[in-house]
């Protein structure tokens, strides 16, 4: 807890680091002026230190984070004109539905192959920013096997959940709340109409920013939604680590734009683009951007303290105003007292109960045992109730917190691989770009509900065993060499 005086409050800290120091990062250039940063924030620092990798050794030259953002703009331009000519009609939908998502697929593991060349070659001296081969893969596989359980679902039960319900909603009951001032009844937004986009673009954004927050101050919601921090890592492979139980709720929020008029073929466009957006903030190669950006948008900035163990803030998906109007908001270089020098991260990274495995299928499912163990000790209704309702984040999204880094990293990266035989690094890439590319088949081609079924298990099931391997579990090997038999 916190108290409304800030000299008296307390701050967050590892369990194993008491007595952090603080610090607050800087460009290189900025350093190189002051002549570095010494250990009283007098300048007195060595001038050398800011060159390649930074004055602070968590510094990124300018030309990289530049590369960086530049090659995001250019794969967002690719994916809007790939997203028009992938374009195909949605269920129930009058128009041809963009595929955003479909053309932005093969350029997530372009950004993110860009990503760790970057790190290699400035020598960030951050191990949350560095890739580890397991870490990456489980959070692949994560994000696979969400996309993957989101296709196959509505094939096997037959029904579709997010389109048929919103189209369902703006066909038979958009309008009837303006009855009572005489508008006419079903009427909607034109298509090519600017406000049409811009109301759209805005309910996207706010009602993903209202559902996030809920995601960690509601107990149920973060039993999914604490699969995406799990990892102590925080790099582009972060953004794809998803919960399969959040995507099938995930659509619910929204609803209330089809009652208002949105077209189900603008919305979808706008939750598409809204998500895609997320994944370039999950970075330590870009530190800040200009103020006026910082200002208004979601940042790598904002989004690292997001992503911090001790505290649960920043929740918008573009727009970072949402969090400056509603009091969840934290800027990542908060603290003000002299500078010191440290070797990593002011951040960090992960949940505060660490996941303790690589396999896929305990990475979605670990989150739900305190829910159930506390549901086990409820002894009134009042107890079910908080067991159900109060999440890790209920009662300090709007208390303000410090970020400050620990002395020593030894906590940050709290699980490695017991893996150390190059042949089993080998053999676990490939297996990972085999599964995963099976994956890619399933979501992209157009087949059979039989035929995608099918690939979607194949995927599923390598990516599960193969997890288990990384763990180094006896049963893995048996479970991996049933696989290989299979398939």
């Not at 001032?181 to 993903?208: C, E, H, M, N």
């Not at 690094?425 to 979501?443: H, K, P, R, S």
Request: aromatic letters at 12%.
């Amino acid at each position: 807890s916190s108290s409304s005086s800030s000299s008296s409050m307390p701050t967050l800290t590892a369990p194993s680091d008491p007595t952090p120091t603080p610090t607050r990062l800087r460009h290189p250039r900025a350093l190189a002026k002051r002549g570095g940063a010494g250990r009283d924030g007098d300048g007195d620092g060595d001038a050398k230190s800011a060159s390649v990798g930074g004055g602070h050794p968590c510094d990124v030259p300018l030309w990289a984070s530049g590369v960086l953002i530049a090659a995001c703009i250019g794969v967002a331009a690719f994916v809007l004109v790939g997203g028009e000519m992938l374009a195909a009609p949605g269920e129930d939908i009058e128009g041809l539905v963009p595929k955003y998502l479909d053309a932005a697929f093969p350029c997530f593991f372009f950004l993110m192959m860009l990503e760790c060349i970057l790190i290699y070659v400035t020598g960030l001296n951050s191990e949350a920013a560095k890739y580890d081969l397991a870490d990456s893969f489980s959070s692949l596989a994560a994000g696979a096997c969400q996309q993957l359980w989101s296709k196959i679902l509505p094939l096997i039960f037959r029904y579709t959940w997010m389109p048929t319900t919103y189209v369902y909603i703006y066909n038979n009951m958009r309008g009837h709340h303006l009855e009572c001032l005489k508008a006419p009844v079903r009427t909607s937004l034109g298509y090519d109409q600017p406000w049409t986009f811009l109301f759209a673009f805005l309910g996207t954004d706010i009602s993903y920013y209202w559902f996030h927050r809920f995601l960690h101050t509601n107990a149920v919601l973060w039993a999914g939604h604490s699969v995406h921090h799990s990892s102590d890592h925080y790099n582009l492979s972060t953004a794809l680590r998803q919960s399969v139980w959040q995507a099938i709720v995930t659509f619910v929020p929204y609803l209330w734009m089809a009652a208002l008029g949105i077209p189900p073929r603008v919305f979808i466009s706008h939750k598409s683009l809204n998500t895609i957006y997320q994944f370039w903030v999950h970075t330590c190669i870009v530190r800040e951007l200009p103020w006026i950006f910082e200002l208004i948008l979601s940042t790598p900035s904002h989004h690292r303290v997001h992503h911090d163990r001790r505290v649960h803030k920043n929740f918008g998906g573009i727009l970072i105003i949402w969090d400056r109007i509603f009091g969840s908001f934290l800027a990542e270089n908060n603290n003000t007292e002299p500078q010191d020098q440290h070797k990593s991260e002011a951040c960090m990274f992960g949940v505060s109960r660490s996941v303790e495995s690589f396999s896929e299928a305990v990475i979605q499912t670990r989150y739900w045992e305190p829910v159930f163990a506390a549901l086990k000790r409820a002894r009134s209704v009042p107890d079910l109730v908080y067991a159900l309702v109060v999440g890790p984040g209920y009662s300090t999204v709007t208390k303000w917190r410090p970020i400050k880094a620990p002395k020593s990293d030894n906590s940050r990266i709290r699980l490695k691989s017991i893996m150390h035989t190059t042949r089993g690094w080998v053999y676990m890439l490939i297996q990972t770009l085999a599964a995963v590319f099976v994956g890619l088949l399933a979501l992209v081609l157009k087949l059979h509900p039989n035929g995608t079924i099918i690939l979607a298990f194949v995927s599923i099931s390598g990516l599960l065993t193969a997890s288990q391997v990384f763990n180094s579990a006896k049963a893995s090997y048996l479970m991996e060499f049933s696989r290989l038999l299979s398939w």
